[in-house]
């Protein structure tokens, strides 16, 4: 059994592959020479921007595909940066420059309360498809630390751990927004496979 994995980010693929770990099952993405096209994230939520990209991609390839939308929501901010996380000082930020407005966006504020919120679908070409929504809470810090993860990983952190997300890559795959996500997703994939 073949399932696409409907990213062009090497991080994401990367953490997915990890997590997913299904015996019988061949997880593919862009890295295994498969073209998607580039669909256009215009939902109001993660929820129906992860649907619209799944179920595009697995028409258009006729696979199973599996699609996230994932992204850090800050209370202060009224829970910015939301599905613009990616993009969030602009159409091609870099993740530096999204840190560095976030950061900014924070000063002199003191609840620093936020979470990573991720939803997974799975599209079947036919048409149907399955969501599963994973969240993982801690606070933004200032001064980032920590040399692995992605995004926001640096300034991330979980109090229960004191270390952010970006100084525990293992436990962050085991705990985090995306894992718990592809959890549920594995606990649903038999009878969704059927």
Do not use: W
């Not at 991330?156 to 995306?178: G, L, V």
């Amino acid at each position: 059994m073949k399932i696409l994995l409907a990213t062009g980010n090497k991080n994401k693929i990367k953490e997915i592959k990890k997590i997913l770990n299904i015996k019988n099952i061949d997880v593919l993405s862009i890295k295994d020479g498969i073209e998607i096209p580039d669909v256009i994230e215009d939902g109001n939520t993660f929820e129906e921007n992860s649907k619209k990209k799944a179920l595009e991609i697995a028409k258009f390839t006729n696979m199973i595909t599996i699609a996230d939308d994932s992204g850090l929501c800050v209370k202060a901010l009224d829970g910015k940066p939301g599905i613009y996380s990616a993009r969030y000082s602009g159409e091609h930020a870099t993740d530096e420059e999204n840190n560095k407005k976030l950061i900014q966006d924070l000063k002199g504020i003191e609840n620093r309360k936020a979470k990573f919120v991720c939803v997974i679908t799975l599209a079947k070409p036919t048409g149907e498809t399955y969501s599963f929504k994973g969240e993982m809470f801690g606070e933004i810090i200032d001064e980032p630390r920590g040399k692995e993860g992605f995004g926001y990983d640096p300034y991330f952190y979980i109090p229960k751990y004191k270390k952010t997300t970006a100084e525990m890559p293992d436990k962050k795959n085991e705990i985090s927004h995306r894992a718990l996500a592809i959890k549920l997703l594995k606990e649903k994939l038999s009878e969704i496979l059927k």
